[in-house]
């Protein structure tokens, strides 16, 4: 025991570590005694890294950034979408049923089959009547997005993003699709926009829908965009789709098509 006043002399130095060992003065200055704690603040440093200021993510799905570009692939995919469904509809319609039929005939068979042997007479359809059929349609999913934006909270709406912009662009180019079908027709007096638009490929091109004029016209049967048209005639599958139902239903595909193409009286 020392008297008061005393020194109790210089302090012994802290033992040397061993090689590849920290000072144990470190780890207790660190306030642990267990040499853990410089592991864990790196990985504590890397989860800092990982995550900037606001809590958002730098790489990987949460980006924010990344959920953007995400989200521009939906309205592409609502045209790409509408240009199918476009080409499905017209498939159906040139190739099988007859003018004959019981309401279905008239009203909708009708129309392709003149339309082949008269292509421009839809050029002589007012707005009404090329677009009536396919503005209304549209009505339903218009009116059920319409709600949403008005009920929904923002949280919900910013959710749901992504879909309502492939509904949205799938309504808007299914309800063009009988007036790009129209301008693909028309070789006068358009305006330099929808020119611009068809010399593009943004919509079909005139060039492009005369393919589908050649007889028997049994190819290139999308008309709002085209742009499924070269891939799906490379993959055959409109003709796959042919011999599966002429098997099972023994018709012939566009039969009716090429009795009113052949009439001469």
Request: with cysteine.
């Amino acid at each position: 025991m020392l008297p008061p006043g005393a020194s109790a002399g210089p302090a012994r130095p802290a033992p040397p570590a061993a090689p590849g060992e920290r000072p144990r003065g470190r780890d207790m200055a660190a306030g642990t005694g267990t040499g853990t704690a410089p592991q864990s603040l790196q990985h504590g440093e890397r989860e800092q890294e990982a995550e900037p200021e606001g809590g958002s993510r730098r790489w990987g799905a949460q980006h924010a950034g990344a959920r953007e570009l995400a989200e521009l692939y939906s309205p592409v995919a609502g045209v790409i979408t509408a240009d199918f469904l476009s080409g499905l509809f017209h498939w159906g319609a040139d190739t099988w049923g007859s003018v004959e039929l019981p309401i279905v005939g008239k009203a909708f068979i009708r129309p392709f089959r003149e339309h082949h042997i008269d292509p421009t007479a839809i050029t002589r359809h007012d707005f009404i009547e090329t677009n009536g059929d396919n503005c209304f349609m549209t009505l339903v999913p218009l009116a059920n997005m319409a709600y949403k934006f008005v009920s929904f909270s923002p949280e919900a709406l910013y959710e749901t993003c992504p879909w309502e912009c492939y509904v949205f662009a799938l309504i808007i180019f299914i309800t063009m699709t009988n007036q790009i079908h129209k301008w693909s027709h028309t070789y006068f007096g358009l305006p330099r926009w929808v020119i611009f638009l068809q010399d593009w490929h943004i919509i079909l091109p005139r060039k492009h829908h005369r393919i589908h004029h050649v007889s028997p016209h049994e190819t290139y049967f999308c008309i709002t965009t085209g742009w499924l048209n070269y891939p799906l005639e490379k993959i055959g599958f409109w003709r796959c789709l042919e011999n599966i139902i002429q098997g099972l239903t023994g018709e012939k595909p566009r039969a009716d098509d090429m009795k009113w193409a052949q009439k001469i009286k």
